[in-house]
């Protein structure tokens, strides 16, 4: 097995970044990609003007991509917030709004997985009643998700980025997961294996895959050090994606690395063509 093997979709908020986000889908099918994700594109805005979702909705349309994960809405990021659906106040109400802006969004375009950040600590708000707030907006977005016949994906960050981040590891974002299947009874929470941010954990990735494969709905990949594509660190990308499909993972990997000086489509070079063809 190897790269070629597996079904990559390209994450247009992280790559492609140095162009406008209307141009994104485009360079993304030229580089030869069927599928894309988005973290929420408006960072400002969790319900912004209906011309602007149906200008970005056309422009991935037009070129024929499969959007395959989208965030809800998750402040602003990339930055220090880290999402917003545990946070009291304005931006938990900002979540709110934007649950079903953002699965009508996805539901349009045949996306069928959901990302909810959980949102960093509070200075001065109990960890617990932060919890209960979280947990209360997980189940109203895995309902939405459901509407749509899509999963809701709970993603672990990594601690040294994302210190004020409570979900720091495979098992606390798998039992975040557990909760909420339990309070919906819906069964379509599942675990983001991001395999960059769980390295970043210093978390034994062959043991993660072996014990959480079968709860993982999406998978993401960086190499490390560097969030860098696969190859620029140290990482055994190649051999973790193996032994996650011998684990039963058939879903597909979102590239969420950084280009770093280059053009992003000057950074595919260790991807096979085939592999980024993912319908």
């Known amino acids: 097995m190897g790269f070629a093997d597996q079904r990559f979709t390209v994450n247009l908020s992280i790559l492609f970044t140095e162009l406008p986000l209307l141009e994104r889908p485009a360079a993304a099918a030229a580089a ?15 319900t912004p003007e209906r011309s602007e979702l149906d200008a970005l909705k056309k422009a991935i349309e037009d070129e024929g991509l499969l959007l395959t994960g989208l965030n809800f809405y998750a402040g ?16 938990s109400e900002k979540f709110r709004a934007n649950i079903d802006v953002a699965a009508d969004f996805a539901e349009a375009l045949g996306c069928r997985a959901l990302n909810a950040l959980y949102g960093n600590r509070v200075d001065g708000v109990d960890p617990a009643e932060q919890d209960a707030l979280a947990l209360e907006n997980l189940v109203l977005a ?29 098992p606390a974002a798998v039992a975040i997961a557990d909760q909420v299947d339990e309070a919906t009874g819906l069964g379509n929470a599942r675990f983001l294996m991001d395999l960059y941010h769980l390295s970043m954990n210093g978390e034994d990735l062959p043991s993660v895959i072996e014990r959480y494969a079968s709860r993982t709905g999406h998978v993401q990949v960086a190499d490390n050090p560097g969030r860098g594509a696969p190859g620029t660190g140290s990482l055994p990308l190649e051999d973790l994606l193996d032994e996650l499909a011998k684990s039963g993972y058939t879903g597909r990997v979102g590239l969420e690395y950084k280009p770093g000086d280059k053009p992003s489509a000057e950074t595919f070079a260790w991807l096979p063509v085939e592999a980024r063809s993912s319908r």
């Not at 894309?36 to 594109?41: H, I």
């Not at 993603?155 to 590891?169: F, G, I, M, Q, T």
Request: net charge negative; no cysteine; charged share 20%.
């Open 76 to 91: 602003q990021l990339p930055g220090p917030d880290r999402g917003a659906l545990s946070v009291p106040g304005e931006e």
């Open 32 to 46: 030869g990609f069927t599928a894309a994700e988005l973290w929420w594109p408006w960072t400002d805005s969790p």
């Open 142 to 170: 895995a309902r939405a998700a459901d509407r749509i016949g899509a999963v809701l994906l709970i993603e672990a960050l990594n601690r040294p980025e994302s210190p004020r981040y409570p979900l720091v590891s495979a």
